[in-house]
């Protein structure tokens, strides 16, 4: 027997249940979408950050970096505020700053994208044993905890507007990686993990939580050997800052709205 199209409220003849109203709420085509984006001050950060804008999203960026004009996108001096992640008192007060931004109103996306990794003087990767205590913390301020903590600290605007976080992960999280040095890639890897958990705990409020793993990017800060990899990845070239913004706007768009806890390898099939 075919199954019968079953509408809202209605006995399934199948299962015996009634389906439930969906509480998945897209914002109303009037309703201007918002995205707070960290790390916007090159590469992956200006890529997605133009292409948000070019679709109607207001862009609220965030980065060490004051606002350059050679930003390429068009409100954004006005939406930009310089906070440095990696410290705890000036994060605070970045926070208080995007609240008072966001007005109490609806935040559809966060793009936690800002992430460093150090190397040593010579621009070798650092390894376990020589990693310096201060450089662990700091990379893990960065790229773990700031996060967690703007999340949390804009639970309530994400959660009116029943948003999606994105965090950026790497493949470094999962693999040893000739230039990512240690403190980066088990803060990656943690990062990943967090994903999970945030997916689980704020699925009740309806954001949805994922995270993106690209590998060797086209970007101004490619390591020395780089291009060296090329051969060595399936698709045979470096991805670009485009695609990957690309992967992000789909994740925070109604496409992906029932996509919550993955992370969304962006490698050319580096990782397999």
């Known amino acids: 027997m075919e199954p019968t199209e079953q509408t809202e409220g209605e006995k399934c003849p199948i299962t015996g249940k009634v389906k439930p109203s969906p509480k998945h709420q897209e914002p109303s085509d009037s309703e201007q979408r918002t995205l707070v984006l960290t790390g916007a001050s090159q590469g992956i950060g200006h890529a997605t950050a133009k292409l948000f804008e070019e679709n109607g999203w207001r862009v609220i960026t965030c980065s060490r970096r004051a606002f ?7 409100a954004g001096e006005e939406d930009h505020i310089q906070i440095d992640l990696g410290d705890p008192d000036h994060r605070s007060i970045g926070l208080a700053e995007l609240k008072t931004r966001l007005s109490g109103g609806a935040l559809h996306a966060l793009v936690n994208n800002a992430g460093i990794s150090p190397k040593s003087e010579q621009g070798r990767r650092l390894g376990p044993a020589d990693t310096g205590m201060a450089t662990w913390r700091l990379v893990f301020e960065v790229n773990f905890f700031a996060p967690i903590v703007l999340a949390r600290g804009l ?60 590998g060797e990017i086209d970007t101004p800060i490619l390591s020395p050997g780089t291009n060296d990899l090329v051969e060595s990845i399936p698709l045979h070239r470096l991805g670009t800052p485009e695609e990957v913004a690309q992967t992000i706007f789909f994740l925070c768009a109604e496409q992906s709205s029932y996509v919550t806890g993955s992370e969304v390898h962006i490698n050319g099939g580096e990782h397999l």
């Open 155 to 214: 639970m309530d605007e994400l959660t009116k507007g029943r948003g999606s976080v994105v965090n950026v992960t790497s493949i470094a999280g999962s693999r040893v990686h000739p230039f990512a040095g240690t403190a980066y890639a088990t803060s990656k890897a943690a990062l990943a993990a967090l994903t999970r958990e945030m997916a689980w705990e704020f699925g009740a409020r309806g954001i949805r939580v994922n995270a993106i793993a690209p």
């Open 68 to 74: 350059s004009t050679e930003c390429p996108w068009q």
